[in-house]
């Protein structure tokens, strides 16, 4: 397997985004350094309703996928591949988040992607969901431009494991953004800080 750090690279020059962005990306989702990608394909981009833009997919070793815009690069999104299946999260209660912790922990994932979250959140209209207590879902959407039924507003979700681990990342906000410069994620420490109240059971449903 080829590593975008090495042979890719120099078959991928010319793409937008270059691959220094895109591996700073993956791993700064993650929180992980360790990171590495091989290119996987070239697709339409499945949020572009005029069907005009492109997307390049990445996938690491652990089976998740990436998919970037080619218009603004921006990640759209990041999760396990359909040829993967998800890992059983069945834990234990002394091993699953609070809600509230979990919420917190979107906020901070959501922030080291989009520059500007946290002061952004006043703005949007936020959802909350799981699928049977196995992923917890958190969603913020745009309403401020009026939408045609057919529409979905631009939203960014991040889907956690009840410990944590992130399950799936989703942005249709960043389209219309300026992709962050590499080594902007370097104001983030890495890994993502642990959660001392890992202990507690879940408060809410």
Known sequence: MQHL????????????????????????????KKIELRFISN??????????????IYRDANGFEYWFDGASGALLQAGLSEDNDPPTHEAGQESRLPVSALRERAI????RMIPGFEQMLSTLHPLEANDRRSVYFFRWEDLSEPLSESELPPFVQVGLYPNGEIA?????????????????????????????KAEQPLAEA
């Open 168 to 196: 799936g990342f989703t942005d249709t906000l960043s389209m219309m953004l300026p992709v962050v410069p590499v080594g902007e994620a370097e104001r983030c420490a890495y890994p993502l800080p642990s959660w001392t």
């Open 43 to 56: 697709e339409p981009n499945p949020y572009d309703e005029d069907g005009k833009r492109a997307m390049d």
């Open 5 to 32: 750090t090495e042979a890719l690279t120099e078959r991928l020059t010319g793409r937008y985004p270059p691959p220094d962005v895109v591996l700073d990306t993956a791993r700064r989702l993650h929180g992980d």
């Open 108 to 111: 901070l994932i959501t922030g």
